[in-house]
């Protein structure tokens, strides 16, 4: 079934013919996206992580585009039978370049560079676990962040995104280096041109 719905879409995708009206300036759009952080490991597995993100765009250019958003980073590390768990909820102000690939092709390849900051909660802010104390601490958090992403263009409208992006946090109690991977969804907004 979902198969059937991803082909569907990606068919949808093809048939159009409104690319031309796709990253002009001044357009604006909304993004969500899920990943895996720190690589791929499964659901109660040591290092087990992932990460989610709401962004708003605006386009400067065809082929520059300004993005702030909101980040947050999920992991879980294993202490005897219980999990420590670390988030890391950042906003982010980033700004991507076209580097290959046309619109009229449907496939784009962007490079971005950009800064995030914000709060890194270690054990919800607890300090201890089954009654031992953890020595890293909840704390701010900022630094840069570098990324390389796939746009795929589906519909007049619809933009599937796949990226990899390394955040650099300065001050983490933990790591420092946070590697995201996912993909996500584009939605061009309306803009009084389309009125």
Do not use: C
């Not at 950042?90 to 784009?108: C, D, H, K, N, P």
């Amino acid at each position: 079934m979902i198969k059937r719905w991803i082909f569907a879409l990606f068919m949808t995708g093809i048939g159009t013919g409104a690319y031309a009206q796709l990253h002009q300036t001044g357009q604006t759009a909304v993004e969500v996206s899920v990943g895996a952080l720190d690589g791929f490991r499964l659901p109660k597995q040591d290092n087990f992580g992932y990460f989610t993100g709401i962004a708003f765009s605006k386009y400067h250019s065809r082929y520059l585009y300004w993005k702030a958003g909101i980040h947050m980073n999920q992991k879980s590390y294993a202490y005897d039978a219980d999990r420590v768990p670390l988030q890391q909820w950042l906003g982010t102000a980033e700004i991507y370049t076209r580097i290959l690939g046309r619109v009229s092709q449907s496939l784009i390849i962007n490079a971005g560079i950009g800064a995030a900051g914000g709060y890194e909660s270690v054990n919800s802010d607890r300090r201890s676990v089954e009654g031992a104390m953890i020595g890293n601490r909840s704390k701010w958090v900022v630094g840069p962040t570098a990324a390389i992403e796939a746009e795929y263009l589906l519909t007049g409208n619809l933009i599937l995104i796949a990226r990899v992006k390394e955040h650099y946090l300065f001050r983490s109690s933990v790591i420092n280096t946070r590697f995201n991977a996912g993909v996500g969804i584009k939605i061009i907004l309306p803009s009084k041109d389309d009125e």
